[in-house]
């Protein structure tokens, strides 16, 4: 059974960096998503048993790379130049082969880790 764990989160002040890591994924379709008060879970990217990968926010373009170690089992989200609408706790997903960005297509969820970008 596939468990998914976030880490890397914290306090960051606007400009800087983070490295978001999803562990225990796998060879399946890893998506990040994000929820950030008051909204919905959002999709921000994703990357395939193939590791083909999708990125589904405008505001994340550019800025963040999503990549995976399968030796290690582990997907990144790496985010840089955050800004306070980043602040949002991050989940990861799995799913069979392929990426969607649709919450309802992922079938395992890790429990979150919460970004929080202020100075």
């Known amino acids: 059974q596939v468990q998914l764990v976030e880490t890397g989160g914290g306090l960051v002040q606007p400009g800087n960096s983070l490295r978001l890591s999803c562990t225990g994924a796998?060879?399946?379709?890893i998506g990040w998503f994000r929820r950030a008060p008051g909204k919905e879970r959002e999709a921000i990217a994703c990357?395939?048993?193939?590791?083909?990968?999708?990125y589904y926010r405008e505001s994340g373009m550019g800025r963040f790379t999503i990549s995976r170690d399968n030796a290690e089992k582990t997907v990144y989200l790496q985010m840089n130049n955050l800004t306070p609408e980043d602040t949002a706790v991050y989940y990861c997903?799995?799913?069979?082969?392929?990426?969607?960005?649709?919450?309802?297509?992922?079938?395992?969820w890790g429990q979150g880790t919460q970004v929080t970008v202020s100075s």
């Open positions: 796998g060879s399946t379709a």
């Open positions: 997903a799995a799913r069979s082969y392929l990426c969607s960005p649709s919450v309802v297509a992922y079938s395992k």
């Open positions: 990357i395939s048993s193939s590791d083909r990968t999708s």
